[in-house]
């Protein structure tokens, strides 16, 4: 049995085992949390998509260039923007930073085992037409990592399913609004393609030891190279209104130098 099952099984939640590291969980939002999120989602304007992302870009620029003129170092290609593949992110907090704290501290408490806390759900992640997530493990990225949680706010979308391509768990699976999914990080998986108008909305945090605390994703700078992507095979899109938030400086200072 492993860790996780235990304070699964005690909650009283309605859950599917679908390995025994894997854990569908219903209706862990309550009414109110669910429709706080999603209106926060579906209400948020482009600029405000865009805004989180390019506030971790202008890190990157500085720790790479010490500058934080993005727009500038785009042009001079020293730093790569692919809104198609992005996945944009919405914070949560300070709007929502209640229920934030009491949905993290619901997860540590009645879900997980102790001295395995979550760390905080900060953002809303959007998939929309043409984008998913490739084969993964989130242990690729940090090995301190030991379970991950996904938690759903909608499910009027097409395509998007969470599928997992391990030995023992293959499968595909589109879980309901409010609830929640608990996986070994380990474990390969991803999300096909989102094929329809609706967009696909959810929250997700990592979990580690806490004594792994320092190296998990919340405490990690990202230490990619800038223009990566290029390795990758990416190109250099452009983006109407990316393009003019940018030029605005977007409440920043990512305007282009003169």
Known sequence: MDLIEPP??????????????????????TPD????????AENAMPPQWYFFYLKQLEQQAETFYGRKDIATLIEEGKL??????MSQTLPTEPALGDMVEEVTNRVNTVLLPPDYPSTRYGVIQRHYRGIGLEDHRDTDCNPA????????????YEGGNLYFKDDDLQTQLKPPPGSIMIFRASRLHGVTEVTGEHD????????????????RFDNVADPSNPTEGEVKGYKQETDAALDHFLESGYGGSGKKSI
């Open 200 to 215: 696909r909305y959810v929250m997700t945090s990592f979990i580690s030891h806490v004594d792994s605390m320092t190296d």
């Open 80 to 85: 790569m923007l692919i809104p198609r593949n």
């Open 145 to 156: 990592l030991k379970y991950a949680t996904v938690i759903y706010l909608n499910d009027n």
């Open 8 to 29: 699964i099984v005690a909650s009283g939640h309605k859950y599917d085992k679908l390995a025994d590291d894997a854990f569908l969980i219903y209706d862990f939002l």
């Open 33 to 40: 949390e669910l429709s706080a999120f999603r209106d926060l």
